[in-house]
């Protein structure tokens, strides 16, 4: 069986760079929510932002990308998964469902500094480079960085830590 990468931390700490490169590395599969939502949603996005409406379709995107990837795990493909993983619930949540298929499961979690983190979600707004799929306005980022919950010394003692700071 494959094992299963859950790739978190803070919006800019670079999970989409380094799940880039795991996924290389490891041979496995790559699944990005931020690519998933823009493919499927982002011309249909709400001219203002609307939280219950992304959160609904970020939902219906993750239960589709845990079916994919019970899948190719099961073919002893390893996958990344990127998929923000902000709330600790839903690491949890995720963690379970990987034990709960006999999967081996593996914690990333990726770190930098805020205004480090901050400067990179503009940079990559203007650049739109590999690992850009739509842009993040300075009151996003704000918003998302309150909602983003710290990885607790349970998680960190089961994660690889990766700081990307300079």
């Known amino acids: 069986m494959g094992k299963v990468h859950i ?17 290389n590395e ?7 929510i931020d690519d998933w939502m823009w493919k499927l949603y982002g011309q249909d ?10 959160m609904e379709r970020v939902e219906r995107c993750e239960q589709h990308i845990w079916s994919l990837t019970q899948k190719i795990a099961s073919r002893n493909i390893d996958v990344v998964l990127d998929l923000g993983f902000t709330k600790r619930e839903k690491r949890k949540q995720f963690q379970q469902l990987i034990a709960e298929h ?5 914690l990333h979690y990726i770190t930098a500094e805020h205004t480090l983190r901050r400067q ?6 203007i650049e739109k480079g590999e690992t850009f ?4 306005t300075p009151g ?5 960085g ?13 994660a690889i830590v990766i700081d990307t700071n300079p």
């Open 7 to 23: 790739v978190f931390g803070p919006q800019g700490a670079g999970k989409s760079t380094y799940s880039n490169k795991l996924s």
């Open 26 to 32: 490891v041979g496995g599969i790559h699944l990005s």
């Open 45 to 54: 996005l709400p001219s203002s932002m609307n939280l219950k409406w992304i």
């Open 102 to 106: 006999n999967l081996e499961c593996q």
């Open 120 to 125: 990179r979600v503009l940079n990559r707004n």
């Open 133 to 136: 799929s739509f842009e993040v």
């Open 140 to 144: 996003m980022f704000d918003f998302m």
């Open 146 to 158: 309150g909602e983003f919950h710290s990885a607790t010394e349970s998680e960190l003692a089961e």
